[in-house]
């Protein structure tokens, strides 16, 4: 009789709250919840001086959109639990140094020349092996991420050779 106790209470599962699913999404969620609340104590801009939109509205929209997502990811988690992995795949590492790359382009050469670089890289090491999707890519996205700050944030790119063609 104790081995079959023994057994039912090895084959129990642990409450949420002790799962890596719950315990990422949680931490993400609660830094996330922190940094919205200090957005609150941004100042407010006239719009006189304003460009585009108020300086607190991104990052407002930013951490909401990052709990969305996280509630999204944990809910994806439930249905299909994680993978243990032993190590990280080569990926991810790549991805990280792909960062530092994109530090160096952004400075010495172009922004919008490192975001290209960087989407075609990250593209590439997650398994993306077609050249013209790579290309697609890799002048799509830094199209779209300029266009989003010029015109709907009204910010613009650093100065590097491509952002001085255009605004020249």
């Known amino acids: 009789m104790k081995n079959v106790q023994k057994l039912k209470r090895a084959n129990k599962s642990l409450p949420f709250f002790f799962k890596d699913e719950f315990k990422v999404s949680f931490t993400i969620i609660f830094v996330s919840i922190i940094l919205l609340i200090t957005t ?97 890519v890799g002048i799509i996205f830094p199209v779209i991420v300029f266009v989003f700050f010029e015109t709907i944030l009204g910010l613009r790119f650093p100065p590097g050779i491509i952002t001085n063609i255009y605004y020249s």
């Open 40 to 136: 609150f104590t941004f100042d407010v801009v006239p719009p006189i001086l304003n460009r585009g939109i108020q300086p607190a509205t991104f990052p407002k929209a930013l951490l909401i959109l990052i709990i969305i997502m996280t509630f999204v990811i944990y809910y994806l988690s439930k249905k299909n639990p994680w993978k243990v992995e032993k190590k990280l795949p080569r990926s991810f590492f790549l991805t990280l140094l792909s960062f530092i790359i994109f530090i160096i382009i952004s400075k010495t050469l172009d922004f919008f020349l490192a975001i290209s670089a960087l989407s075609i890289f990250v593209s590439y090491c997650w398994g993306e092996k077609r050249f013209f999707y790579l290309v697609l």
